[in-house]
């Protein structure tokens, strides 16, 4: 499995930004897809889950401002954020989960940038 995060940039506080993650390779292996995000000097931090089953689940930090959906045809998961502040920049993962749990796939990482 490959994944190929982008989307990122540079936006001003209040704006809006669209992360993709395409998968591509053995993505009937894939039961969820998840978004983290890690700040300079911060531990990696889960965003949002999208899961096979199309139930989805976004961290009480990002509940109202991000919102997670897929395209199953293109086998990509977005990640929709907005009214974005300075605490939100980071560089964004996306990662596959197997079927026994674990992360198996990471991407190479998006860079989001939010200017106060």
């Known amino acids: 499995v490959q994944l190929v995060e982008s989307g990122g940039g540079f936006v001003q506080a209040g704006g809006s930004l669209k992360l993709s993650c395409a998968a591509s390779g053995d993505t009937f292996s894939i039961d969820a897809i998840h978004w983290y995000r890690q700040a300079p000097g911060q531990q990696r931090e889960l965003v949002a889950i999208?899961?096979?089953?199309?139930?989805?689940y976004v961290t009480e930090s990002a509940k109202g401002r991000f919102a997670i959906s897929a395209d199953s045809a293109k086998s990509t998961v977005y990640l929709q954020m907005n009214n974005l502040n300075p605490e939100d920049t980071a560089v964004y993962y996306c990662?596959?989960?197997?079927?026994?749990?674990?992360?198996?796939?990471w991407g190479q990482g998006t860079q989001v940038t939010v200017s106060s």
């Open positions: 990662a596959a989960q197997g079927g026994m749990g674990s992360l198996d796939y």
């Open positions: 999208h899961n096979r089953g199309g139930h989805t």
